[in-house]
């Protein structure tokens, strides 16, 4: 899985590009996540726009993401989830945990209304 | 359509992309809805992972066996591995609580359980587990909504 990160108005978007199931996977998101915190970034926005698939290992690594984010005062929403990745969400009842975007800006501005 | 389609591969992660793949012609062909596809596919996924990385131990040299058997009112998934299997009676009565976030991990079985009609384990001694799904098809105008 490829990680890019991008600003945008002082929000912070991860790009993921791949599938998202474990493995290596977690230990890039998680070093990217402990980054991100590091330089006081604490406001994120995962870009799901480009993941193919993911898996019950995939939605951990997410899980972990938002509770690293959480603890430090900040937050982790979601970007451009496909279906399939709304049906694990729905079916988890994650819906309930995980704020969804289907729009860049809106996901960004999320945040101001905070 | 009616028909067994069988897939073996090694335990290893990427050939979940080979899964996804043939499970999507699989179900394109039973002409299920949009929703019920994608049930059927990510639970597969799950069972597929389970078997990789709980059953075979990520050890490359066993394999996970899959039979998509399709039947005019049903799909049957069977995934297959060369593990020692686990007490699923013990943990199909205790599955985590999915919303908990103290857990980052534990939702395959729940997911598989609640995507699929039946989700039934079979152990074969010294043969391994067999994981079986089942769904009923409903036809494409008639998808339902998700369960509850």
């Not at chain 1, 690293?68 to 994650?94: A, C, E, F, P, Q």
């Not at chain 2, 389970?50 to 066996?65: F, K, L, S, T």
Request: glycine content about 8%; overall charge negative; proline content about 2%.
């Amino acid at each position: 899985m490829r990680i890019d990160s991008r600003e945008k108005n002082g929000i912070i978007i991860l790009d993921l590009q791949g599938k998202l199931m474990g493995g290596p996977d977690a230990e890039s998101f998680k070093s990217a996540i402990y980054k991100l915190i590091e330089n006081g970034h604490k406001k994120i926005v995962v870009n799901l726009h480009s993941i193919d698939w993911i898996n019950s290992t995939g939605m951990g690594i997410l899980i972990s993401g938002y509770t690293t984010m959480r603890r430090n005062g900040g937050d982790l929403r979601l970007l451009h989830v496909s279906d399939k990745i709304r049906s694990i969400l729905y079916v988890t009842k994650l819906n309930t945990i995980f704020k969804c975007f289907d729009n860049e800006d809106d996901a960004v501005a999320s945040y101001e209304n905070d | 359509m009616s028909g067994t389609v069988v897939i073996e591969f090694p335990s290893d992660y990427k050939f979940l992309n080979i899964v996804d793949l043939v499970c999507g012609e699989v179900v394109q062909n039973l002409c299920v809805g949009h929703q019920a596809a994608n049930e059927i596919a990510i639970s597969v996924i799950e069972a597929c992972t389970n078997a990789i990385e709980h059953g075979n131990r990520e050890c490359p040299d066993e394999n996970v066996r899959i039979v998509f058997s399709c039947k005019s009112d049903r799909i049957c998934v069977e995934v297959g591995d060369c593990g020692k299997g686990f007490d699923y009676e013990c943990y199909l009565r205790n599955i985590p609580e999915p919303t908990d976030i103290n857990h980052i991990r534990g939702r395959g079985i729940y997911i598989m359980k609640n995507m699929m009609d039946t989700l039934d384990f079979e152990m074969v001694p010294g043969k391994g587990m067999k994981v079986k799904l089942e769904k009923l098809l409903k036809h494409k105008e008639n998808d339902g909504g998700r369960k509850d």
